[in-house]
């Protein structure tokens, strides 16, 4: 365990801290270690952004100690551990500790939160249940309600199939269930998915490697409807979408934000994104973050 005791200038650590009962592995770098905490909580579930994040963490680390964390089977912390249960509950639960456990280290009342896609979920989640340990909450295509936003996705691509007389495709998707029931329904959907949004669509292999371990939990948080169960939150929540999002479909986010009742709260549109627009438009992004700490 590297020292707790600060000292003014920059930061850049990495470590294995006990959360949930297991080693978690997670990063931290900051050009001023007073600044304060930024928790980027990744997607997937599963898929690690450590080997990447310096593409779109480089001008946030001179506005905030940007802390970033392998979940549970995920990147070091899957290296770290022979054994690990995973559940949509175990998920929250780390969550809600890497947030104590960051807020104590560097003697921060509130931290800032900001999470992809069903790291978006987990945030939300966080706000939900403990919106005081929150200086504010930051989504990035965030899963809404992902059962509805499956079945609309499916449908506008079997409408595109339709429309583009394309037979193949659409007896594909018409043996596609919600929630999924198996690793071959979501890759057909995904490939789809990947047409539609003019991205690089997933191999059937790593689809596969994926469901094993994570599709049950997926399908656990795709049935929660943050409109029912988070018609408010008690913290600043902010919302950073693409244009062409898919994925996590953008007319629910945006309808999910047109009726939450929030103390602040702002939507952001990429124009030129589909679900990554921290990888897509990286400039706008960074400079929407430090927009939104100058809010705060």
Not at 39 to 57: E, K, W
Not at 179 to 191: G, M, S, T, V, W
Not at 277 to 288: D, I, V
Request: some cysteine; charged content about 20%.
């Amino acid at each position: 365990m590297l020292s707790w005791l600060s000292s003014a200038g920059p930061i850049h650590q990495a470590e294995a801290v006990t959360i949930g009962g297991i080693q978690q592995w997670i990063q931290i770098s900051g050009a001023d270690d007073q600044a304060p905490v930024l928790l980027f909580i990744h997607g997937g579930p599963g898929n690690s952004v450590m080997s990447y994040a310096d593409r779109f963490t480089t001008q946030l680390k001179q506005h905030f100690i940007v802390v970033l964390w392998d979940q549970r089977l995920s990147g070091k912390t899957a290296t770290l551990n022979k054994f690990t249960p995973v559940s949509v509950g175990l998920l929250v639960q780390d969550t809600q500790e890497v947030v104590r456990y960051l807020s104590t280290r560097f003697n921060q009342h509130k931290i800032y939160v900001m999470g992809h896609s069903w790291g978006g979920y987990l945030a939300l989640r966080l706000a939900i249940e403990k919106p005081q340990w929150l200086k504010a909450c930051l989504v990035i295509s965030p899963m809404i309600h992902q059962e509805e936003s499956e079945k609309l996705t499916l449908s506008i691509m079997k409408q595109q199939a339709i429309a583009q007389n394309d037979q193949i495709s659409l007896d594909e998707l018409n043996r596609v269930r919600i929630p999924f029931e198996d690793a071959e329904q979501l890759y057909i959907h995904r490939k789809g998915l990947s047409k539609l949004m003019n991205t690089t669509p997933p191999t059937r292999s790593r689809v596969q490697k994926w469901a094993d371990p994570w599709l049950s939990v997926f399908n656990e948080a795709t049935q929660t409807n943050f409109l029912e169960v988070a018609p408010r939150l008690e913290c600043p929540t902010y919302f950073l979408i693409g244009r062409n999002d898919y994925q996590t479909y953008f007319k629910l986010t945006e309808n999910y934000y047109q009726k939450a009742d929030c103390p602040e709260k702002k939507l952001y549109w990429f124009e030129q994104s589909a679900h990554n627009p921290h990888l897509t438009e990286t400039p706008k992004f960074e400079q929407t973050v430090i927009d939104i700490k100058n809010l705060n």
